[in-house]
């Protein structure tokens, strides 16, 4: 497949992203999955104090050579695919993603955390833990599975900063027969000592 005008695209957004990043005093970013069957750019936002928050998924067709991104709509519950013609239609996307994330983000900072994870707290142990440490991911999200408008299941490992140890992320990305696209997200925090313990249970069953 043909991906030289996605890569001429990822570099025309690099230096988009920054500019914008830079008005705004954030430290911006993205990351590049070339290996799936349809190629994606994700952008993020890093800070001192918090987790890489991603704020716009872009995908590539490369078949019909076209960009486009997926859209919720949280009030109906179904989501849409928009094509995005030319290069200018792409950055406007993403600096509209942009601005909407900075809205929510401002808006997130007045409300408790632990309201939002009441009802399960399993998941309060991981996410609160990830917010309050400063976590440093090693790589992309790696797709690890793919299935077309199905599922998609991708990972990221990150180290914790202040104590070494390991995060491993786990997203999963699943496409209902309402065509409504659910995200849910984990994370796994281990120690430096658990890691080769862990490795070797993995590979000794493989």
């Not at 950055?91 to 408790?112: N, R």
């Not at 998609?152 to 496409?175: A, P, S, W």
């Not at 309402?178 to 658990?194: A, C, M, P, V």
Request: proline residues 2%; charged residues 35%; glycine residues 4%.
């Amino acid at each position: 497949m043909n991906l030289e005008w996605f890569d001429r695209v990822c570099g025309e957004l690099q230096d988009s992203l920054e500019s914008i990043c830079d008005k705004y005093d954030e430290n911006g970013g993205m990351s590049i999955e070339r290996g799936a069957k349809h190629p994606r750019i994700d952008f993020f936002v890093d800070s001192e104090d918090t987790v890489r928050e991603y704020f716009c998924s872009l995908y590539f067709d490369p078949y019909n050579e076209e960009f486009y991104i997926e859209s919720v709509d949280p009030e109906l519950g179904f989501s849409s695919k928009v094509i995005l013609d030319d290069i200018e239609d792409i950055i406007d996307a993403v600096h509209e993603s942009f601005h909407y994330y900075m809205e929510d983000d401002y808006y997130e900072e007045d409300l408790d955390v632990e309201d939002d994870y009441d009802s399960n707290s399993e998941i309060v142990d991981d996410d609160l833990i990830l917010e309050e440490v400063d976590v440093e991911w090693e790589t992309p999200e790696i797709t690890a599975f793919y299935k077309e408008d199905e599922v998609e299941i991708t990972y990221q490992f990150g180290i914790v900063q202040e104590t070494g140890d390991g995060v491993l992320k786990r997203v999963n990305r699943v496409r209902t027969e309402d065509d409504d696209l659910l995200r849910d997200e984990t994370n796994f925090i281990f120690s430096r000592e658990e890691a080769s313990t862990i490795i070797s249970l993995i590979a000794s069953h493989m």
